[in-house]
């Protein structure tokens, strides 16, 4: 199985940046899409950006033009440079990625721990 570790976050102004990573471990036949979803206290959790294995990527209308998903394939890293960063945007984020088990290339998602990025008016 696949485990996922954030890093990174932390506390910022307003118009500030940051730039989170998520490293997964564990032995998987392949990994697939890697992504970001947030967690605001009293909100749901929301998706925020994908990236496929190939590079394509995704945002939420809520992030497109500040932020920017990335991946290295050889270390299994994901990255997400935050910039522009509104009191809005303050949430914990969760890195999130799909992948097929080496067993019977069964298709699981693994989750990390979160990351908690604060941004103050």
């Known amino acids: 199985q696949v485990q996922l570790v954030e890093s990174g976050g932390g506390l910022v102004k307003a118009g500030g940046s940051l730039r989170l990573s998520c490293a997964a471990s564990?032995?998987?036949?392949?990994?697939?899409?890697m992504g970001w979803y947030r967690q605001a206290p009293g909100n749901q959790r929301e998706w925020v950006t994908t990236?496929?294995?190939?590079?394509?990527?995704n945002y939420a209308d809520s992030v497109k033009g500040r932020f920017t998903i990335s991946r290295d394939n050889v270390k299994n890293t994901v990255y997400l440079q935050m910039i522009s960063l509104k009191p809005e945007d303050t949430a914990v984020y969760y890195c999130?990625?799909?992948?097929?088990?080496?067993?019977?290339?069964?298709?699981?998602?693994?989750w990390g721990q979160g990351t908690q990025v604060t941004v103050s008016s």
């Open positions: 999130n990625a799909d992948y097929r088990s080496l067993r019977d290339r069964s298709k699981y998602a693994a």
């Open positions: 564990g032995i998987a036949f392949s990994i697939d899409a």
């Open positions: 990236i496929t294995s190939s590079g394509s990527t």
